[in-house]
Antibody, heavy 120, light 107 residues
Framework: EVQLEESGGGLVQPGGSLRLSCAAS????????MTWVRQAPGKGLEWVGN????????YYVRSVRGRFSISRDNAKNLVFLEMNNLRAEDTGVYFC?????????????WGQGTLVTVSS | DIHVTQSPSSLSASVGDRVTITCRAS??????INWYQHKVGRAPKLLMY???TLHSGVPSRFSGSGFGTDFTLTISSLQPEDFATYYC?????????FGEGTRVEIK
């Protein structure tokens, strides 16, 4: 059974940093693109960024480019979201998701999410 | 960036009703549209990809159609477990934008 579990969320002050992790199991992790999606309170889903199987290609939504960084460790079946210079508008639940088909950007399995709160 | 506009933002319907949600892209995106169901506090679920291909395990009362700029998700006979928020998502190019969501509520 495919499982994705996010961790690392919490309360952080504006301008601070946080590192989210997503632990994957139940599939051959190194074969799949992985994605981060977030949901601000009372808002819809927003794609944050994704990473290919070998970390050669990484893409971000414009609003986080230069502040967020996605990486992965295929030996440990982990994908990370490093978030720096956090703003209040970064508050929300962060989900990791798996690409169903290589590079197709179809997200067939999701974690439950981890909450990030940016507030002083 | 290509914009994706979803409508309506919310709707009220009864069990057994036929429900249609639309998604419009600002430019031609072939069939690069996917649909998700999301319930509060839960992980989103993939329903449909490639505009009209039903994801494994999704009930056949869900269907999708469209090509180019206009797409629809239809629930043929709404069931109690279908009350949720639905999102379209374009997958043709970066950024992989989601629609604003359609909240399906009980009438």
């Amino acid at each position: 059974e495919v499982q994705l579990e996010e961790s690392g969320g919490g309360l952080v002050q504006p301008g601070g940093s946080l590192r989210l992790s997503c632990a994957a199991s139940g599939f051959t992790f190194r074969n799949y693109w992985m994605t981060w999606v977030r949901q601000a309170p009372g808002k819809g889903l927003e794609w944050v960024g994704n990473i290919d199987q070998e970390s050669h290609e990484v893409y971000y939504v414009r609003s986080v480019r230069g502040r967020f960084s996605i990486s992965r460790d295929n030996a440990k079946n982990l994908v990370f979201l490093e978030m720096n210079n956090l703003r209040a508008e970064d508050t929300g639940v962060y989900f990791c998701a798996r690409d169903k088909i290589v590079g197709a950007a179809v997200f067939d399995n999701w974690g439950q999410g981890t909450l990030v709160t940016v507030s002083s | 960036d290509i914009h994706v506009t979803q409508s309506p933002s919310s709707l009220s319907a009864s069990v057994g009703d036929r429900v249609t949600i639309t998604c419009r892209a600002s430019v031609h995106i072939y069939n690069y549209i996917n649909w998700y169901q999301h319930k509060v506090g839960r992980a989103p679920k993939l329903l449909m990809y490639g505009a009209s291909t039903l994801h494994s395990g999704v009930p056949s009362r869900f269907s999708g159609s469209g090509f180019g700029t206009d797409f629809t998700l239809t629930i043929s006979s709404l069931q109690p477990e279908d009350f949720a928020t639905y999102y379209c998502q374009k997958s043709d190019s970066i950024p992989l934008t989601f629609g604003e969501g359609t909240r399906v509520e009980i009438k």
